[in-house]
């Protein structure tokens, strides 16, 4: 021991390494169950008068045990933050061999967006199809994208760690993918529409076979499906690629070489879906599920077209009891004396009406959904009360689980906005050919020109729920159409009707006319929206927030409980005098 220096022993749950000045600090990570053991800690400090006083000893000690404590937390805190840092640099190395990415798919577009986009970001892509007859194609590249034959295929990518499938395999391909991994970014939707034909079947049940058949070496993973051909090639922000794990046995080494790839392409992270959603995914890019919007759409038209006989009906018989409604109607209905006008009237009101009640289930969705969200969630907080008492009210609960119908509204939303687009066109076209006056009836004027303004808007919510718009669209851009745009088309459209009826209230002699009855849905769904929006939405964010308050001041509690608790750091100083200086007495001078 040398007699020059100050001897520490404390025992922290960590020993830190540092230098100060000619000073060492030994640093070594213990175990939790360590923590009570005894560590001696040499500090050697030179001295430049051997003759110091005890008064000077004692106040060196005070300093050096108050410095200790205080680079003791900093290297804590340091070293704590370098160890939750993790990298992905060593998933696999990337030298020119592993930069090569196999393709199969050859000169379609979703494989040439692949290959422009693996060019883009420095990598070497080579293409190749299973078709038999490119076999006898000739090798050659373009834009630095390779092109090779089926059978040189295997032996052109043996360094390559990834194969992509962009197009529908064609017959048995596990020679020319085994021991890679494989993603498999097919847009499934193209194929559906080919489903009566009977090559396409055949592919089909190849793929499933090369999916099902597969060897302990070759890793599959279902991924890109979200992603367009444009997406792909250009880039988006809208759209994470998501991806789903095809195989139970798929390691995480696995993993984290696909999440590294996509990260070298430069997309907006990732998302991992169980196979339903992903499926979801690729129907709802593609032209399905317009059964729903189909369907309502007859409904609400035949439903428009049945008043309106009923209320023709109605005339009929006032033409015979009642002479002064005759009248009445007469001076509205027929002003110009032309039968032909009155039809294009009636079918302009029709079609005004099938316009703005479409648009009405349009925007009734997302409330019901987000009632259906509500209720479901404090249905599942009751539950999860239950969980030890009652594990078969669980099960229930769980296999419940939400509405697929009420998933596939959202799905069916762009064909509500085509069709009610479509009548509102028509409905204007009607109103032409209906040679209606406008300067007899000047209410019709403002009716008029918020209609119009109603219909462009209508219009551009329309071309972004078009999928080549929507994909070009970034999310923001998205979002404020879609939530500001067509609700204000909406709006108009309701004071639009709404104008008519307070006109031409006096000329109705009942409640029973297609106005009246056009403007019931589009007010129950302001309602509606009402209740949803501006009362339980900001109630449950209120909610929300007082419990992670409270959760969070709960947390503050236990930590400074378990501060006050936890003994600290005894540290024994002994000058060069022989002296010991207790700092659990001692105040330090540095704090």
Not at 311 to 334: G, H, P, V
Request: charged content about 15%; overall charge positive.
């Amino acid at each position: 021991m040398n007699p020059s220096s100050y001897h520490y022993n404390y025992t922290p749950s960590e020993i830190i390494r540092h230098n100060i000045d000619h000073s060492t600090m030994t640093t070594a990570r213990h175990d939790e169950d360590e923590e009570n053991q005894q560590c001696v800690i040499n500090i050697p400090v030179h001295q430049e008068n051997s003759t110091r006083s005890n008064f000077a000893d004692n106040m060196a000690g005070t300093i050096l045990s108050s410095v200790l404590s205080t680079v003791s937390d900093d290297m804590i805190r340091s070293g704590n933050n370098r160890s939750e840092q993790k990298s992905l640099i060593s998933v696999y190395d990337n030298s020119n061999e592993e930069r090569t990415i196999g393709l199969i798919g050859y000169r379609n577009k979703r494989t040439i967006a692949f290959a422009k986009r693996l060019v883009r970001y420095g990598f070497s892509p080579i293409l190749t199809d299973t078709n038999e007859n490119t076999t006898l194609i000739k090798s050659d590249a373009t834009d630095h994208i390779q092109y090779v034959p089926n059978n040189a295929f295997r032996q052109s990518i043996q360094t390559a760690p990834i194969v992509i499938i962009a197009e529908q395999p064609h017959g048995d391909i596990q020679h020319l993918i085994d021991g890679k991994l494989v993603i498999d970014s097919i847009d499934y939707g193209l194929k559906r529409r080919f489903l009566f034909n009977k090559h396409s079947e055949q592919q089909t049940s190849s793929t499933k076979t090369f999916f099902l058949n597969q060897s302990r070496t070759t890793s599959v993973i279902r991924a890109f499906g979200n992603i367009s051909t444009w997406e792909i090639e250009h880039g988006t922000f809208r759209h994470a690629p998501v991806y789903i794990q095809q195989q139970p046995d798929v390691s995480s080494t696995t993993f984290q070489r696909l999440l590294k790839f996509i990260h070298d392409l430069n997309f907006s992270g990732t998302r991992i879906m169980n196979e339903y959603d992903y499926n979801n995914i690729l129907n709802q890019r593609s032209f399905h599920g317009c059964v729903f919007p189909l369907i309502t759409t007859l409904l609400v038209f035949g439903l428009a077209l049945l008043v309106v006989v009923i209320q023709c009906s109605r005339y009929e018989e006032a033409n015979q009891y009642n002479l002064n409604a005759i009248k009445r109607t007469r001076d509205f209905f027929f002003s110009n004396n032309n039968h032909t006008s009155i039809i294009f009237r009636k079918a302009s009101s029709v079609t005004g009406t099938v316009s703005l009640n479409l648009l009405a289930i349009l925007y009734l969705i997302r409330p019901i959904l987000e009632l259906i969200d509500f209720l479901f969630s404090q249905q599942r907080r009751i539950s999860r009360k239950k969980i030890v008492q009652h594990e078969k009210s669980i099960t229930s609960f769980n296999g419940f689980g939400y509405l697929n119908f009420v998933q596939r509204w959202l799905h069916s939303r762009r064909y509500l906005a085509w069709y009610s687009l479509t009548f509102a066109l028509l409905h204007l076209l009607f109103l032409i050919f209906s040679q209606e006056n406008f300067s007899q009836n000047h209410w019709h004027i403002p009716s008029f020109f918020i209609g119009v303004i109603a219909i462009i808007l209508l219009s551009i919510l329309a071309i972004v729920y078009t999928p080549w718009t929507n994909e070009r669209l970034l999310w923001n851009e998205w979002r404020i159409i879609v939530s500001y745009v067509g609700p204000l088309a909406f709006l108009l459209g309701f004071i639009h009707t709404l104008l008519l009826l307070v006109k031409q209230w006096n000329l109705y002699s009942n409640l029973f006319n297609l106005t009246f009855i056009s403007l019931l849905l589009p007010l129950c769904v302001i309602i509606v929206r009402i209740i949803v929006y501006a009362i339980i939405y900001p109630i449950m964010k209120l909610i929300d927030w007082l419990e992670r308050r409270r959760l969070q001041n709960t947390y503050q509690k236990k930590h400074e409980q378990i501060t006050e608790t936890e003994p600290q750091p005894h540290v024994n100083v002994t000058t060069m005098s022989g002296q010991q200086i207790d700092t659990d007495t001692d105040i330090p001078l540095l704090k």
